[in-house]
Every structure is written in C-alpha cells, then in structure tokens.
C-alpha cells in the first residue's frame, strides 16, 4: 500500500458526496418485476422494464415510504408535492432512452448526517434525498468480442442522498459513508452492500487555500464500491489536485474512476457544466401529493436510530462510549443487547446494578463477539437467547460460577445446548464455586496445615507465598471454591 500522505496544512479539501442506494422493496419502482440480485441475466425483464410501446409505468408505493422514512432519519424537510420527469440521454443499459427521476422536486430536502471522526463531531449538510430508477448493467467480460446487457437491474428503485459540499477531508468520507450504511440498514431500506452495488458512492473532489472563500473547481470520482476506496480515491485526488495547483496548471472538472488496484484515479471525460438532459415531467405518470398523515404513519414507525440509543446507553446504563458504539453498529446486536438488559431486569428486578449492563455489554463484546468471529456469522445466527446469557451473568455475579468459567466452559456447552438451563447445567458439571464458608474453611486449614513452613515464611513477610495457598486450596477443591472467599478468608487465617 502506498503510504498515506497528508494535506498540507495551507491546503484545505472539499468533498461533497453522492450515495445511491437500491431500495429493498419487493419489486421495481415502476412495475412488477422482482429486483432479487444474482438471477440470471434478463429474467426480471416484463416489457415495462424493457419500456415496449404502449407499456404504462406504475408507482410503487413502498419505494415512495423508504425515500421518507431515510428523510425522516436524516432530518429532512419532505416535500408533499411530487413529481418524476424524464432525464433523457443514450446509453446501452438504459433501456427507455430516459431514466425516471425526480428533477427539481426531490422527496427530501436539507436535513444533515451526524460524523464522528478523530477531529470530533460534524453535522454534514445534505441538499436532497431523491428517488429514481437504477440503469441495467454492461457485463464486458462474458464474451471477448461483444458487450453484454443484462436488464435486471433496470428500474430498480434508488434513493440518491446528496450532500452539500461540507466534508473536509478523507476520513469524514469514510465516517459520512458508514453512517448513511448504519442508518439504511436499521431502517430496513437497503442492504447496505457495497460489494453488491445496493450502495454506490460518487466523491466530488475540489482543494483551495485555507480561507479562500470561493471552492475550487471539483472532480467527480464515480462508482466507488467500498468505504475504504471512498476514502483512498479522495487521499489520491487531493494529493493530485493540489500538485496540479502547486505546479501553476488549471483544473479542469472532469468525471474520473478509481482503480482499486493501483489506487489511482483516470479521467472517464470532462465534463461541461450544463448536461442538457432535457428534463420534462413524466407525461405517463400523474404528480404525487403525500398528506401529513401518510408522513407521520411513516415517522411513527422508524425504530430508535443509533444516536438515540448511544446516548441511552451512555447515560441511562452508563456505558463506556466505545462499548455504546460497537453495540450500535448493528440494530440486530443493539436489539440484542436491549433484551438482554431486559432479561436480567426480569430475572432480578431489585438486584439490577449498572455492573449488570457493563456485564452485558462484556459478553456481547467479548464471548458472543469472538462466537460470531469465528464463525464468520451475525447475531441473529447465534443460537442463544439473551435471557440465557443473561442466568450466565447472573451466575457470575452471584458467585456460583467465575466469569472465565461461565464464558468458556459453561458458554461452549450451552451453545450446543441452547434450551438448557444454564444453573441445573452448572450443577450438574460441578461448575459451581464454593463459597460456603463451611465448606471452604476445612480446606483451607488444611492446606495452611500441610504448608506449616510457608505459613512462617510468610508470617516474617513473605507474602508472595499467598498464591501459593490459593492455588493449593483451588486444587484440593477440584477448582471448585470461589477464590474471593477463598483469599478473604486465607488473609483473615493468615493474619491472626
Ligand atoms: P451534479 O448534479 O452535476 O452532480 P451537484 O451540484 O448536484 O452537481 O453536486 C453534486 C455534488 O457535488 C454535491 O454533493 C455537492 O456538494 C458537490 N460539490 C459541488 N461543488 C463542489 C466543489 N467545488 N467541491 C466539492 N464538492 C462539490
Ligand atoms: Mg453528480
């Protein structure tokens, strides 16, 4: 990998991104057929997508609901008069010679996306959420002497999320794109695949010297399909820029792409500032006006976002900010680790502790993290419920079992037993600490009795000798006495 070069300081770098993500409805924007990914080529091709004559589009209801409820989450203005127009130009994958897409009316406007990066937290601006129909794709690689199309794709519904040029460097890139991934997918509108293409990024790129009020002329880096070339093909462009500055040459605006391999970019073409689209409202299909009753359904039913629970977590369970963090990545681990602490408020309501929520978000962290590791899965895979991990914590708090006996021993046989009871499971394999005192006590006397000379040696101040007993007593009880009775009561023997 090349080294990483930084900014100059007199420098500053303005990026404004582009995502599209492909909306996971069951079917099309504008007709019936399925947008499943990988089937094989032209099979979710009716003659709508492949746009015959006479064919009609017709809206999908739930794209329009998807497109609202990212608003919603992005803290948008939605717009309630609606409408699509045609963006017309020639390319093989587009198979009406016009994409649909909203033009001058975009569902959501303004609204920002909250980023968290080393240099602290930004609000980035968008200008709009829009909805539009995706493009089919050229396939170049199946036959050596000819391009091939695979229509699939086309009409599949898109939200485009635009931000205004508010970003300031790479890695507020990388920050900005995780997050808008974060937020589809606990929505439940995308996948958030980028290596399947349900999100794209498009970078604009431009430098200027620090204060100058007016931004550079940009370019515009397509199709990235990963977070991290998000980030290395804006690294690449501000180093380039600014070296074309430095060396007195122009820069010109010009659409670019990133070569993942050498990580570098190369100029697809300029671009003129005025495509001519010829945009016009979409005769075929009639302009939408939402009613603020159709909004607030939609605004009722979007889940507790990540920033919300972060600062649940933080303050009502009084989380380290990282473990908040790492248990919001996912809504299926966030919900998870909710029903844990629901669970161990059921089973002791009275003895709920905040050590109790640090315990939880131990576990998920720890063993349930490295389960999931190293079988290259995802929570809703993991075979426990949470209120089993949630006997688990309590059996460790109770002083019935250590923890590194729980999160091994105990954990790998409930894994494949996962309707056990995990105390009768315990018992049964004598994984219950001794912390009976009655119990405890003869055996340690013993053991201070076999070692009579140690207990001198440590009596004149050799106390390093203490493990030595604890090990001794943990022996006699086959691992069984909980060593923080065992050593409370061997300094109380120790010291008389
Ligand atoms: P287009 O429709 O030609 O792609 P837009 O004006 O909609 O252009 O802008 C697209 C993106 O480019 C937006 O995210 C915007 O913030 C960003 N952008 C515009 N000008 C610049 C610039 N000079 N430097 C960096 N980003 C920019
Ligand atoms: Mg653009």
Known sequence: MR???????????????????????FSKLFCGDSIAFGAEPNTHVSPITLAHPGTLPKMNRKAIEYAIRMGIACHCGIEKQNYFARKNYFYPDLPKGYQISQHTTPICKGGSVRIKTAAGERHIRLNRIHLEEDAGKSLHDLDPENTSIDYNR?????????????IRSADEAFAYVGEIRKL????????????????????NISVRKKGDPVLGTRVEVKNLNSIRNVKRAI??????????????ETIVQQTRSFDADKGTTFPIRDKEDADDYRYFADPDLTPFNLDESFIENIRSAVPALPEERIQVYITEYELPEYDAQVLT??????DYFELL???????????????????????????????????????ADFPLEPKAIASLIQLVDSGKVSFSVASTRLFNWLLEHPTADAERAAQDQQLIQQSDTSVLEP???????????????????KKGLLSLFVGEVMKQSRGQADPKM?????????NN
């Open 235 to 248: 690294e690449f462009e501000a180093q380039r820029l600014i070296g074309l500055l430095e060396s007195g």
């Open 443 to 461: 055996v340690i006397d013993k053991v201070l009795i076999k070692y009579a000379d140690k207990v001198k040696e440590y009596k004149k101040g």
């Open 329 to 334: 990545e996912e809504r299926e681990l966030a």
């Open 184 to 203: 589809v997918r606990y929505l439940e509108i995308c996948d958030g695949n980028m290596e399947e293409g349900s999100l794209r990024c498009d970078a």
């Open 154 to 166: 086309a009409g599949t519904p898109l939200i485009e999320i635009v931000t205004e040029p508010d």
């Open 486 to 494: 065992t050593n409370e009561i061997l300094l109380k023997k120790l």
């Open 3 to 25: 080294p990483q070069m930084s900014v100059p300081e007199t420098y500053e770098v303005v990026v404004g991104l582009e995502v599209h993500a492909q909306l996971q409805t």
């Open 341 to 379: 602490v629901k669970s161990l408020i059921d089973l002791a309501p009275k003895d709920i502790s905040k050590g109790n929520y640090k315990a939880a978000a131990n576990w998920l962290l720890g063993p349930v993290k490295s389960w999931m590791n190293e079988k290259d899965a995802v929570i």
